[in-house]
C-alpha cells in the first residue's frame, strides 16, 4: 500500500508538457493524417535512446502540418514505475500531423 501511495504522490505531483511545432497557418479544410511514437530519453532527460524524428519520413512526399512533443500522464506513470530505482526512463509522446490533400 506504501509503494502505491508513493507512485500515486509522483504522478500526482509531476507536471506534463507540450511542446507544438507549426509549419504556417493550419487549412481546415484539407485532410490530414497523424502518426504517433513514443521517444525515449534516459540519464536525467540528457540522452536519447530513440531516432530523431524525421518528418519528411514520415509524411513522405506529403507537407506537416504541426509536431507535437508531450509528456502525457501515461507517459508519466510509465516513468514513474520505472523511475522507482533512480532516475532512468524519460518517455514522451511524438505526434506528426501530415497533410493528406
Not at 87 to 100: A, L, M, N, S
Amino acid at each position: 500500500m506504501r509503494i502505491l501511495l508513493s507512485i500515486l504522490a509522483v504522478v500526482l505531483t509531476s507536471g506534463c508538457t507540450t511542446i507544438h511545432f507549426d509549419n504556417g497557418p493550419v487549412d481546415n479544410l484539407k485532410t490530414t493524417i497523424e502518426t504517433e511514437d513514443w521517444h525515449h530519453n534516459v540519464a536525467l532527460d540528457l540522452y536519447e535512446l530513440s531516432k530523431p524524428v524525421v518528418v519528411s519520413d514520415k509524411c513522405k512526399d506529403k507537407e506537416w502540418v504541426t509536431v507535437t512533443t508531450e509528456e502525457t500522464f501515461i507517459n508519466g506513470l510509465a516513468a514513474s514505475v520505472v523511475n522507482n530505482a533512480g532516475p532512468i526512463w524519460y518517455p514522451k509522446t511524438i505526434r506528426v500531423t501530415c497533410q493528406v490533400d
